[in-house]
């Protein structure tokens, strides 16, 4: 079916922009963005948006936190008849100028949460190195991703309170192609199987630069996957030898009952220019847990599922509660303060360590995603 996109140039099937050439129920588009204060980090905001063309479902979902509490709101519909609109009921995403500037809205509903926020990149994109993994032969994944630094303004309601957003450091990403599937929500098994690993993605943002760093071991050492760049200022030329070429940790960990919890680390960066340095990373206290935004499916519904026309939930987590860590498990948005020499910057930083990884047994009885 035509739609508005199909009246601008970019075209590479000969059909209209809401067909694919992959029937793959597991082809998805993604956009997410979070932000938070600088430096005391204690606000975080999480919105993401999945577009899912072989299953008819676009789903959505924002959610704050506090240091010890979290709330969520999700909501999905059928795609079609208005297949590439970018919002879900009172949720809307707006590229207002591509690579530039993004437009997040959140009307009023019964979570309580609203937001009207703009984020405006002040860095050149990251563009990782491409996601290709295949299992018996199949491809499982097989897609693209673009980070991008940058802040934010606006306003953001929850909880009764009204906070003023302004000049808050953060980052977005959009990732599209074929996505591996990830199910831990353990009232609806099965699960996905993990064998031993360490994964961490971590973004800096510093007064004129940023760093990517994101990578994946199933034994120390030995990467599955790297990428990572250090960037500059939004339209200087890009080079080559910014690129990350090799990365090894040190990671201290809080003596934490409910789950995985990281204190600290240190990363040892190697560049293809052949420079290297050592970043101190030190996590604040504030984090959001991604299954309140389905991230490996909540109490049944995973991403992607079909929910009827429009279909809406929310709730508020005490993270103290054991119960609620306990469903939460350990994939997180976690603010971080970095020190790169005399600089210091802030970011996200996202980890998970599986049973019978060589390093850190002491977090390893917590789920890692």
Not at 155 to 162: A, C, Q, T, V
Request: hydrophobic share 35%; proline share 6%; aromatic share 12%.
């Amino acid at each position: 079916m035509l739609t508005p996109q199909d009246d601008l140039i970019g075209h590479q099937l000969p059909t209209t922009f809401d067909q694919l050439d992959n029937s793959d129920p597991a082809w998805m588009e993604r956009l997410w963005y979070t932000g938070h204060p600088t430096p005391v980090g204690d606000v975080l905001f999480d919105i993401g948006l999945g577009y899912h063309p072989n299953r008819n479902v676009m789903d959505a979902f924002a959610g704050v936190a506090v240091p010890g509490r979290q709330w969520n709101f999700r909501c999905s519909r059928q795609l079609r008849p208005d297949p590439l609109a970018t919002a879900v009921g009172p949720l809307s995403i707006q590229v207002k100028e591509g690579l530039r500037r993004h437009r997040l809205v959140l009307e009023p509903n019964d979570s309580g949460i609203r937001f009207d926020i703009e984020f405006e990149a002040q860095l050149n994109p990251h563009e990782e190195k491409a996601h290709l993994r295949r299992r018996e032969g199949r491809v499982t994944e097989n897609m693209a991703r673009a980070q991008q630094l940058g802040r934010y303004k606006g306003w953001l309601e929850f909880d009764g309170r009204r906070v003023e957003i302004d000049q808050w450091m953060g980052q977005r990403d959009h990732s599209w192609g074929v996505r591996a599937e990830m199910r831990t929500d353990e009232s609806s098994p099965p699960l996905t199987f993990y064998p031993p690993f360490f994964y961490c993605w971590v973004t800096a943002q510093f007064a004129n630069r940023g760093l990517h760093v994101f990578f994946k071991e199933r034994a120390p050492g030995d990467k599955i996957y790297l990428s990572g760049e250090e960037v500059f200022a939004l339209g200087t030329r890009a080079s080559s030898r910014n690129q990350l070429a090799d990365v090894r940790h040190e990671v201290r960990w809080h003596d934490d009952p409910r789950g995985q919890s990281m204190a600290g680390a240190s990363f040892d960066l190697r560049f293809a220019d052949g420079k290297e340095r050592r970043i101190e990373v030190r996590t604040l206290p504030t984090r959001y847990f991604l299954k309140g935004g389905l991230y490996g499916g909540l109490d049944g519904w995973f991403h992607g599922d079909d929910k009827g026309r429009l279909f809406m939930a929310h709730e508020q987590w005490d993270l103290g509660d054991p119960t609620v860590r306990r469903k939460a498990r350990t994939l997180a948005d976690q603010v971080i303060e970095v020190r790169d020499g005399d600089e210091v910057g802030w970011g996200i930083i996202e980890y998970g360590v599986g049973r019978d990884y060589a390093l850190y047994p002491s977090v390893q009885s917590h789920p890692p995603i």
